[in-house]
């Protein structure tokens, strides 16, 4: 499986941006794909979660609300729709995908592929 992540920009506080993560190579439909970001000296954290079939499994507290993530069929490609931007939100920006993941969505040690990371860097 290979993962490629783009979308990432400089935006201002309060805009958008959608993150998308292209999908190659044999998925099944119990995978789940996650997002994760890693912010300057912090550790990288879980941000939101899908099933392939495009089942959302969940999100982080600080981006519920503001962020979606979905999964579009046809093109193989999970997005991450952010809004309402916050100076906080910027990161490098990952995306995973996982053969199986337990009751904590986060668990990186789960996820078996990650694409490259994309810059996201909101100024206030």
């Known amino acids: 499986v290979q993962l490629q992540a783009s979308g990432g920009g400089l935006v201002q506080a309060g805009g958008s941006l959608r993150l998308s993560c292209a999908a190659s190579?044999?998925?099944?439909?119990?995978?789940?794909m996650g997002w994760f970001r890693q912010a300057p000296g912090k550790d990288r954290e879980f941000v939101a979660a899908?099933?392939?079939?495009?089942?959302?499994?969940g999100y982080v507290d600080s981006v519920k609300g503001r962020f979606t993530i979905s999964r579009d069929n046809a093109e193989n490609t999970v997005y991450l729709q952010m809004n309402s931007l916050k100076p906080e939100d910027t990161a490098v920006y990952y995306c995973?995908?996982?053969?199986?993941?337990?009751?904590?969505?986060?668990?990186?040690?789960?996820?078996?592929?990650w694409g490259q990371g994309t810059q996201v860097t909101v100024s206030s």
């Open positions: 995973a995908a996982a053969s199986a993941v337990g009751s904590w969505l986060g668990n990186q040690n789960e996820y078996d592929y």
């Open positions: 190579g044999r998925i099944f439909s119990s995978y789940v």
């Open positions: 899908i099933r392939w079939t495009g089942y959302r499994l």
